[in-house]
């Protein structure tokens, strides 16, 4: 079973064990298909997205909202992802 990091994404962030292009590459497969369950980030990290947005109720509000732009709908999402507990897999 895989083991929970007691992290959070942005704290992964911040220490170097993600990268921007790891959480760039998340909110995309994201926006891409919003049912992205398991989805590994930066070699040794897994996180379910919808999971993760869903539990944001500020990005569920940004992206269920047609006045918001897709910039803005990104932002949302990647914060959501930033606060996310991802697991060891």
């Known amino acids: 079973m895989a ?14 064990a ?8 998340a909110v995309n497969a994201f926006m891409t298909d919003r049912t992205t369950a ?3 980030i ?6 379910d997205l919808a999971a993760a947005v869903q539990a944001s109720p500020f990005a569920m ?4 909202d047609p006045a918001f732009k897709d910039g803005s709908r990104r ?4 914060t959501a992802i930033l606060l996310a507990r991802p697991v060891k897999g």
Do not use: C, H, P
Request: aromatic share 10%.
């Open 3 to 16: 083991e929970k990091t007691g992290a959070t994404f942005g704290e992964l962030y911040k220490a170097n």
């Open 61 to 64: 509000r940004m992206l269920n």
């Open 75 to 78: 932002s949302a999402v990647r």
């Open 38 to 40: 398991e989805f590994a």
């Open 42 to 47: 930066g070699g040794e990290y897994v996180l």
């Open 18 to 25: 993600i990268t921007e292009e790891d959480l760039v590459a």
